[in-house]
């Protein structure tokens, strides 16, 4: 049980367009996900807290404008890099929680964004 | 406000040695503590968590993790390493009114035959 999906595993685009990046809970309803960011040999940095149905948190530093979150179902993320620069290349992780407190998070297998 | 220290960037270890990794946490109302594993070029897993209620919390793959309050530790040990050990290991700490978790910076595992 607690699976977390991410799709694409990787993608490859061109600078200016937008990715979009899927997180689901395959078996439970995540009542909260979190996209998180991690550069190469990096630890992971919370981008944003997005709860369903409500206006996703994001951290400071975080360009609410350049990456989207919508949180349609209790099953469903998504994280839109809107007109993508070859730094927005990194390793995007998604996790999901039931309530908040002291419930695990599960976390996707990762999506690999590259910019060129 | 809520901080982790993981007090080693990478330990190497031999195969059926002892695995200590350390990890420091910083917190202004009672923590959850997590120790997650990632594979290259994969997401988290959960190893165990602590909630408050034993202090020792045992977690897959043989890995067990002690909560010292007094010391603000939460070190993760496994008796005897294996070479499907090789990992990233992260220490996170949780349990603010957001729900996040805030990750320590990860050690490196390495184990050798």
């Known amino acids: 049980g607690a699976v977390v999906s991410q799709h694409p595993s990787r993608v490859i685009c061109k600078s200016g367009t937008s990715v979009k990046i899927e997180c689901r809970s395959l078996d439970f309803q995540a009542t909260t996900m979190f996209w998180y960011r991690q550069f190469p040999k990096q630890s992971l940095m919370l981008m944003a807290t997005?709860?369903?149905?409500?206006?996703?948190?994001?951290e400071q530093g975080v360009e609410k404008d350049k990456f989207l979150i919508n949180h349609a179902s209790l099953t469903l993320s998504t994280l839109t890099v809107t007109s993508a620069h070859p730094e927005d290349s990194s390793f995007y992780i998604c996790?999901?929680?039931?309530?908040?407190?002291?419930?695990?998070?599960?976390f996707g297998p990762g999506t690999r964004l590259l910019v060129l | 406000a809520q901080s982790v220290t993981q007090l080693d960037s990478h330990v190497s270890v031999s195969e059926g040695a002892l695995v200590l990794l350390r990890c420091n946490y910083s917190s202004s109302v009672p923590p959850y503590l997590f120790w997650y594993v990632q594979y290259p070029n994969q997401g988290l897993q959960l190893l165990l968590k602590y909630t408050s209620a034993a202090t020792l919390v045992k977690g897959i793959n043989g890995f067990e993790a002690e909560f010292k309050k007094s010391e603000t530790s939460f070190h993760l040990t496994k008796p005897s390493a294996h070479m499907s050990d090789a990992a990233e290991y992260f220490c996170?700490?949780?349990?603010?009114?957001?729900?996040?978790?805030?990750f320590g910076k990860g050690t490196k595992l390495s184990v050798k035959p």
């Open positions: 996790s999901a929680q039931t309530s908040g407190g002291s419930e695990t998070q599960y």
């Open positions: 996170a700490v949780g349990g603010g009114s957001q729900g996040n978790l805030i």
């Open positions: 997005s709860n369903e149905g409500s206006k996703a948190t994001y």
